[in-house]
């Protein structure tokens, strides 16, 4: 639980981070654009996975999704509860030093749905069953290739030891670059929840309202593509 924690922390520090250096005034990082931030995120899993493996949590789950998705391929569903709880902690943990970090450019920015994005995701067209889809679909994937890269077949020939957070970082890159541009790609409960939790509790200045009636959907997408995920992959026996 304590790498969980700490793997999602480091997650939301990066992943947020590049957020809000791109979208907060007078942040040299200012407007630098999607591929910016698709690449900070896929560093962001990078690190956060590293980290989570260096502090005790072997799988690195860093996402309520991955860990649902496991125990449904598994049928061991005993980390599911202590491993979601750990990652949302760790989310509000990281957000807050997201919030911390950049301080003096709350207050420059005026617009307060950027400084939500900072934060947690919104849909580019707000559309609910579309942008449900949507996060069903990225996270299907998410789940289903980090299953393929750690399966048994990938596993005899594949990856030497290591490389498997590198791997899951292309992926998620591959994921913010293809499917990322219509929901901010959240694929994962505890990457938005937490943040988005952290927003309202924070004292952020001018920061609006944090969007609660969308707040269902990236959670619920997520965990219902990485249930299915999981259930391909039992049934594929990966």
Known sequence: MFGEFMGTLVLILMGNGVVANVNLKKS???DAGWMVIATGWALAVMTGVFTAI??????????????LGFAVSSGDFSKLAPYAAAQIMGGIAGATLVWLYFLPHWSVTPEADLKRACFCTSPAI??????????????????????????????AGGPSAGLGPYLVGSLVWGIGLSLGGTT????????????RIAHALLP???????????????????????ALAGLFA???QF
Do not use: M
């Open 184 to 195: 901010g790609y959240a694929i994962n409960p505890a990457r938005d929840l937490g943040p």
């Open 204 to 226: 952020v200045a001018g920061k609006g309202g944090s969007d609660w009636p969308y707040a269902a959907i990236p959670v619920a997408g997520p965990l219902l593509g990485g």
């Open 54 to 67: 260096a502090c005790g949590s072997a799988g690195a789950h860093l996402n309520p999704a991955v860990t």
């Open 126 to 155: 707000r559309r609910p069953a579309s942008n449900l889809l949507c996060e069903v679909i990225g996270t299907f994937v998410l789940v289903l290739v980090v299953s393929a890269i750690f399966s048994k077949a990938v596993a």
């Open 28 to 30: 040299y990082a200012q």
């Open 234 to 236: 039992r049934l594929a």
